[in-house]
């Protein structure tokens, strides 16, 4: 037996967490750490001889924690913000204590019907139909590659069997600012990126429907096979929201598959003052969302979703014989049918600890705070001098430039570069960019609870501080005047 005792190292991580967590406000959020830094420090081989528990945790604060970057933050304010919540970081711990395998039914009762117990929950939490039935996918990229490839089966039932050689070549549909995600599973899938229609987005960001529906008829008069239109509820960039149910009519006029992607914004549908923005998902054969993005659940727990799960059997059961069980000629839930992953962890157990502690109402305020600070900050930010908003705020995201008169887009683009590297070099909030409308844009997400007020103001002084310092190496180069020689 060469386990050391459980008890002290599971206690020595609960105090080195509690210090972390207190400790956080002093750390810079994003890591200063420059690339090949770490690997450079570890050893080329495993240890031979197992060391002292002493010099693992040496390591532990020496080597893992200053190469951290920090998004237990409350400044952490980059690409969507998330928090793993005291309960859900237990439930996680617990789960790798139990470690329960849920390969079938029987390797893990509870794992199996604990999933589908935390999947009518997030069901009616987000005010999807009774009818829908899911799982607890990894990530909202693997989860979405298995919704599309239940939509290549529906197209194509006998796909199993003969691959696409045969067959007309399959498109799948997105606006223009649907997430990368998509573009990975048309290349698993076969359809390839040339199979990838990106829809241009009307003055709000939303895919534009008329442009769809000529694509769908264009490909089709061409030969080719529409497959499914994915709608993004939650834009990466900027978090638009397509026209769900334009979205649906066309769908369900032309036979396609209509996935909903609402990776971020899918949690807010729990609040019943944002869940109007979702009007149409109800209709779609395929909804994701991750609660580990914005419902208070550490990585990896996303909820995905279907109208008919028969489907999604019908792409992904193989049953060897050494799996076959008794439970499941019966029809038990055999999660393994339904994805990619024969083994699955009990990702369920955070949810369901996270749900039972804070409840709905916890959830939905977090949500609800988030999203009131997101729309004071963006108040602030629009009335700063020469900043433009380069979006509309429907969730917890504002996105902006600094673009003073005079400048030109490209002068533009490299200050607010510049602006970005001097905020996060301030180190206490750490933001993130993105292209929108061609032009580099700053975004800020709040989706940390320990976010307050407090923080917003401590980036926003940081912003000003890059903002003065553009300012002044504009007034220099212009009272140097035109370089002579
Ligand atoms: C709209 C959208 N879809 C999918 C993803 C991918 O999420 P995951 O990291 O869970 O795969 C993201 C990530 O930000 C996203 O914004």
Sequence with gaps: MIDP???????????????????????????RTAPGEVLARIPAEAPEEGEPWEAIERDLDGLIEPNLTHWQHPGYLAYFATTGSAPAIVGDFLAAGYNQVGILWRTSPVLTELEQGMVRWLIRLVGLPDSFDGQLADTASGGSLIALAAAREQAFPDVRKTGLASLPPGVVYCSELAHSSIDKACVVLGFGLSGLRKIPVDAEFRMDVG??????????????????????????TVTSVDPLPAVADLCEREGLWMHVDAAYAGSAAS?????????????????????HKWMLVPLECTGLFFRRMERVRRAFSVVPNYLETPEGAAGVREYMDYGVQLGRRFRALKLWMMLRTFGAEGVRATIREHVALARR???????????????????????????PAGL????????NRRILERINADGRTFISHATVEGRYTL??????ARTGWKHLEAFLEAFRVGIAAESGSRRQDRSAGPARG
Excluded: H, K, M, Q
């Excluded at 599971?10 to 890591?31: C, G, I, Q, W």
């Design 5 to 31: 005792p459980f008890r002290p190292l599971a206690l020595a991580a609960v105090e080195r967490l509690t210090r972390y967590f207190d400790s956080l406000e002093s750390r810079p959020v994003l890591a």
């Design 211 to 236: 442009l769809l529906a000529r694509a769908v008829a264009e490909d089709r008069a061409r030969g080719l096979r529409p497959i499914a239109v994915v709608a993004t509820a939650g834009t990466t």
């Design 271 to 291: 609040l019943p003052e944002l869940r109007p923005l979702f009007s149409g998902w109800e209709r779609a054969d395929s909804v994701i969302f991750n609660p």
């Design 377 to 403: 900050l963006r108040e602030v930010i629009g009335s700063e001098p020469g900043v433009v908003l380069a979006a509309p705020t429907p969730f917890s995201v504002v996105a902006f430039r600094w673009a």
């Design 408 to 415: 030109s887009p490209a002068e533009a683009d490299g200050a």
């Design 443 to 448: 975004r800020v997400a709040v989706g940390n």
